[in-house]
């Protein structure tokens, strides 16, 4: 039998954020309202990160996929031309066919997950620390680092460019 926590209702209601946002953005037909769901699934995302004490990557996911990548996708959407049409009717058969997959998929991964052994034995977490992390980004990979932001910093003075071109035709 589970044992009923603080952890474990905390994890329900984030787990039930990311899933919910997961099922809005397959189900929205609008492309904004699609990446607001996906900025809410990746949300819960960071938050789960947080139940696992691993308060960094909930920080780096907030920041990079939350916040970069879905103002990325808007600025997208903005900067392009496109018809937003609603599609004529769904076919019932489709949406029978697909729930039925998709039932079918969750019924295979939790009869994996019940019947996987996990090993009881946990990382030593002192050997991987933030500091260490910064360490070796900085000292061991500092040329790749920096191509890399120098990279994103040619495209994002390429798309720029390119969206004073769009605009000027």
Not at 32 to 61: D, K, R, T
Not at 153 to 160: K, P, T
Request: proline letters at 1%.
């Amino acid at each position: 039998m589970i044992q009923v926590s603080g952890e474990f209702i905390a994890f329900f209601v984030v787990s039930c954020f990311v899933i919910g946002g997961a099922v809005f953005m397959i189900h929205l037909v609008r492309v904004v309202h699609m990446v607001l769901a996906l900025a809410f699934s990746l949300l819960g995302i960071a938050g789960i990160y947080v139940l696992l004490n691993a308060e960094f990557l909930a920080v780096v996911q907030v920041l990079i996929y939350t916040g970069a990548v879905s103002i990325l996708m808007l600025f997208g959407i903005m900067l392009t031309r496109h018809r937003d049409r609603e599609e004529e009717g769904t076919r019932l058969w489709h949406s029978v066919i697909s729930f039925v997959g998709v039932g079918a998929l969750f019924g295979i991964l939790i009869h994996t997950i019940y019947h996987t052994p996990f090993a009881g034995r946990t990382a030593e977490v002192e050997h991987y620390s933030t500091a260490r992390l910064g360490e070796t980004v900085f000292k061991k990979y500092v040329i790749p680092f920096e191509a890399v932001s120098v990279l994103l910093l040619v495209a994002l003075v390429g798309a720029v460019i390119l969206a004073g071109k769009e605009r000027n035709t």
